[in-house]
């Protein structure tokens, strides 16, 4: 039997909040009583992201500038998913929103926690097959982006050449070639 590792929170403040983080500085007790304080925890908005692969077999893929690392990437489409909404209907619109696209074959890959240390938000992932292109795209208010359509061969030349940078999106992009069947493992 594995011991309880779980700590026990023993005060909490807000040091920082607005519309996209909020800062929270707690005091914790380890299980053998010591105590960490402050323990800063960033709480963020949860998101969804979404594998989208059309009939003819591309990856379409967002490409924008991250200013935090100052670099332009590629990534999955998605972005917050909105109080009260499902996760699954946040990264279909996602993909409407940010790429055009559509699907009625979309299915969950999995959820992760981007940074279980300091962040308390999660993260899901989802796979839409035969995708289509179809509404208009709708940026939200400081997006720029541009949409990429890769072939197999193409994407996973990117990956092999370290091209997509965001790290909590890999694992997902490698569970959805699994599913796609475009791995040999």
């Given at each position: 039997m594995?011991?309880?590792l779980?700590?026990?929170k023993?005060?909490?403040?807000?040091?920082?909040?607005?519309?996209?983080?909020?800062?929270r500085?707690d005091?914790?007790?380890?299980?053998?009583?010591?105590?960490?304080?402050?323990?800063y925890?960033?709480?963020?908005?949860?998101?969804a992201?979404?594998?989208?692969?059309t009939?003819?077999?591309?990856i379409?893929l967002?490409?924008?500038?991250r200013?935090?690392?100052?670099?332009?990437t590629?990534?999955?489409?998605?972005?917050?998913?909105?109080?009260?909404e499902?996760?699954?209907?946040?990264?279909?619109?996602e993909?409407?929103?940010?790429?055009?696209?559509?699907?009625?074959?979309?299915?969950?890959?999995?959820?992760?926690?981007?940074?279980?240390?300091?962040n308390d938000?999660?993260?899901?992932?989802?796979?839409?097959?035969?995708?289509?292109?179809?509404?208009?795209?709708?940026?939200?208010?400081?997006?720029?982006i541009?949409?990429?359509?890769?072939s197999?061969?193409?994407?996973?030349?990117?990956l092999?050449?370290?091209?997509?940078?965001?790290?909590?999106?890999?694992?997902?992009?490698y569970?959805?070639?699994?599913?796609l069947?475009?791995l040999?493992?």
């Amino acid at each position: 039997m594995m011991r309880d590792l779980r700590w026990e929170k023993l005060s909490s403040r807000t040091v920082y909040s607005d519309r996209w983080l909020s800062l929270r500085a707690d005091s914790c007790k380890f299980p053998d009583g010591r105590v960490i304080e402050p323990y800063y925890i960033v709480e963020l908005p949860n998101w969804a992201n979404i594998v989208v692969v059309t009939a003819d077999e591309k990856i379409v893929l967002v490409r924008q500038y991250r200013y935090p690392v100052d670099q332009t990437t590629f990534e999955l489409p998605g972005g917050v998913i909105d109080k009260g909404e499902d996760p699954m209907q946040a990264a279909i619109r996602e993909m409407q929103e940010e790429t055009g696209y559509h699907s009625s074959e979309v299915e969950f890959l999995c959820k992760l926690a981007p940074n279980p240390a300091i962040n308390d938000n999660t993260a899901y992932f989802y796979l839409a097959k035969n995708a289509v292109p179809g509404e208009k795209k709708n940026f939200d208010a400081f997006e720029d982006i541009d949409v990429m359509l890769f072939s197999k061969t193409e994407f996973l030349q990117l990956l092999r050449e370290n091209k997509i940078q965001h790290g909590v999106q890999l694992g997902p992009i490698y569970e959805a070639l699994i599913k796609l069947n475009w791995l040999r493992i």
